[in-house]
């Protein structure tokens, strides 16, 4: 396996988070086993010190502008130079301290690992509308593409760089997390996974927006079961 290991977070006025959720990252222990580790922030219109805070900490900041969750990872992605890439919100959710263990799925033989927030989730971690929402969302991908993950919302993705080439990723929006996925699993030549992980409650404000980006999700399901989704 190689040895160049890129995190790439998305941050959206995430000032009391991003601290907490960078420390998590066991640079230390991932130097250890031999990996490079690059820390990329992708920042939107923050107004408040994210960019600042990701920089003290040591974060490469790429600033982008143009809006959306999807648009962010895009451009991470690109500017991302490892072999293997780590990604997560910026909210202290997700189980960056895991990646040593996410990483072992890559070693065995998968290409891609999504991860299952329902695994281990605190209480309080994702709302009851959320969890109604994502388990309609994830009914979607299953009914209209045959492919079964029980979180098709999941943030939290480790896979090889090199499935960047085979996928075709469209959405700007949040949908860009089920579009991963499912382009990851359709793929005859790569292999994905999903496994369970810790999850836990936010730091600082969600930035979905519950019924809108829900709705829009939904759509983005049909048009792409249709080949309606543009690049
Ligand atoms: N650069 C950039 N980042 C964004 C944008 N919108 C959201 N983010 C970041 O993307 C991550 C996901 O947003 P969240 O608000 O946590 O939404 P979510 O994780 O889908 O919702 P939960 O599953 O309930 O946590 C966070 O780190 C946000 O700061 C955006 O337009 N631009
Ligand atoms: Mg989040």
Redesign the pocket.
Known sequence: MSDRLSFV??????ERAIGPTLNTIPVERLEEDGFEVDVLV???DSTDDTRQIAKDWGARVII?ER???G??YKTGFQEAKGDIIVTG???A?YPFDLTPELLSYLAASSDFVTTNRFAQMEPDA?SPK?QFGNWVLSTGCKVLFGTGFADS?S?MWVFKREILDKIVLTSDG?AF?EEIKLEAFRHPDVNAIEVGIPFRE?IGE???EAWQDGFRNFAFLFKKRLGLHTR
């Open positions: 977070i998305p941050t959206l006025n995430e992708i920042d939107g982008e809006p959306g969750y648009r962010a919100d910026a909210d959710t994702m959320h919302q943030g949040m997390s936010r969600i930035k979905l």
